[in-house]
């Protein structure tokens, strides 16, 4: 299998505790910046089908659904609050110079 990596976006589009909507393929992804570091998962809540991109990062590492208020940890995808219980699929990240890329299979 070939290692691929798409670019999705440049570092300065996300502010800090920020998200940015993507697209890798046919994938929408949700980006977030904490800490300085990026993060990448699918941008659809496994709960209620939104648009994680609209939600906001509380607890540092958890993006919360704008729908009904569920939290995933966007470090590794687990559904932390209810009512979400099913993991969202996270990606590999890296930022080089500036640009963000992220590898097409998911991790999880």
Same mark, same amino acid.
């Given at each position: ?7 999705? @976006? ?5 502010? /800090? ?5 993507? /697209?890798?393929?046919?994938? /929408? ?27 906001? =990062?509380?607890?540092?590492?958890? =993006? ?13 995808? @687990? ?6 219980? @099913?993991? =969202? ?15 097409? /299979?998911?991790?999880?």
């Amino acid at each position: 299998m070939v290692d691929e990596w798409d670019k999705v @976006a440049h570092i300065e589009e996300i502010d /800090e505790g920020g998200t940015l909507a993507a /697209e890798v393929e046919d994938t /929408e992804v949700c980006l977030y910046k904490v800490e300085g570091k990026v993060f990448a998962t699918t941008n659809k809540c496994s709960h209620g089908e939104a648009s994680l991109a609209d939600g906001m =990062i509380v607890d540092d590492f958890l =993006i919360e659904c704008p729908l009904h208020e569920g939290t995933f940890d966007i470090r590794t995808g @687990a559904a932390v609050g209810a009512p979400c219980k @099913a993991a =969202i699929r996270c990606f590999d990240v890296q930022v080089k110079e500036g640009v963000i890329y992220l590898r097409r /299979e998911p991790v999880n």
